[in-house]
Structure formats: C-alpha cells, structure tokens
C-alpha cells in the first residue's frame, strides 16, 4: 500500500471488498423487516441453545446464533448493489486541506496577536499563512485551466457552449 501523497492525482477510493455472505452484504435498507422479524420470532432459541451444551464460554451458541440470523437475513434482504469506485475532484479535495490549514493558521495568529503583539512568531505564520493563500490561488487557476482545456478539447459541443455561457456578461440562451 503506497502512502504517499500526491495532491495532484485524483483520489479514489476502492470499494471495500465485502464477503458475498456475510452481514455487510446485505442492503439493510430495502430488507423486509416485518418478514425477518416473524422468523426471528418463530425459531426456538432453547432449542438451540439444547443443542450447544458442551459449550461452557458460549462461542458455540454465538456462532450457531450468528449463522442463523445471518441466513434469515440472506433469505429476506436483498443484497448491496455494487457500485463504481468513488473519485473525489482532486482540485476541491486539495484546496479543503489547505483551507483547514488557512483557519488553523488564522486562529493561532489571532491567539499570538491577542496574548503578545510583539512576537517574532507571528511573522513566520503571517508568512505560511500568504503561501497558503498562493496555493489556494494556484489551485483555483489550475482548476479553472483544465475545465477550458476540457471544454475546447471536447467532442460534444454543447459542453463547450456550456462552459462559455458561464463567462458571458450577458445571459443569453445559447
């Protein structure tokens, strides 16, 4: 697993790889739960706990009611839909990381200002605090240069007249 990190690549996140039964796999959202319940409802769990009688810690028990209730549900929820992978907009998932860093740097600059004006400190964050605003900027400007790269470099028309109507003085349907 590479941990490093490269604010320029877009971030991906991989979908967790989830067990086909197993209690994650199950949509809880569309279960019927009334259905899940009568059944829950119906099984004898003194039978089941008859049949775990050697088991003196209770992992017998708990695995056996585990799997039971596992396949109820397996047998009445459908299971999660698999989806794409989730990418982030790397532009906007930088700039969130440098604006935390702006608040802290701002915060501390106001502590350092109310408690000692005089300090040479204050100089130093005022000087991170201005890089940071520069890497916002680029950010901004390298954002705003692969939309146009995009929009002039696109096959389909209407997303470039969709990008230029955004700039116009005059709102007009185009």
Not at 22 to 38: A, G
Not at 77 to 97: E, V
Not at 130 to 136: E, M, R, S
Request: neutral net charge; glycine residues 2%; aromatic residues 8%.
């Amino acid at each position: 697993m590479d941990l490093t990190y490269n604010p320029t690549s877009p971030i991906t996140h991989p979908l967790p790889d989830i067990e086909k039964h197993s209690f994650r796999s199950i949509d809880y959202h569309n279960c019927d739960y009334e259905l899940i319940c009568e059944q829950l409802g119906s099984i004898d769990w003194d039978e089941l706990m008859g049949l775990c009688e050697d088991d003196e810690d209770g992992s017998d028990f708990l695995s056996l009611f585990n799997l039971t209730v596992l396949q109820i549900l397996l047998i009445n929820a459908p299971p999660k839909p698999r989806g794409k992978t989730i990418t982030k907009n790397k532009f906007s998932h930088h700039r969130n990381i440098l604006n935390r860093k702006k608040k802290k740097l701002t915060a501390r600059i106001r502590a350092l200002n109310h408690h000692d004006p005089s300090s040479p400190i204050i100089t130093r964050v005022q000087s991170e605090l201005a890089a940071i605003h520069i890497l916002i900027r680029d950010s901004v400007n390298k954002q705003l240069e692969d939309q146009e790269t995009k929009a002039v470099n696109t096959v389909k028309p209407m997303y470039f007249f969709s990008y230029a109507k955004q700039f116009a003085i005059c709102k007009d349907l185009i």
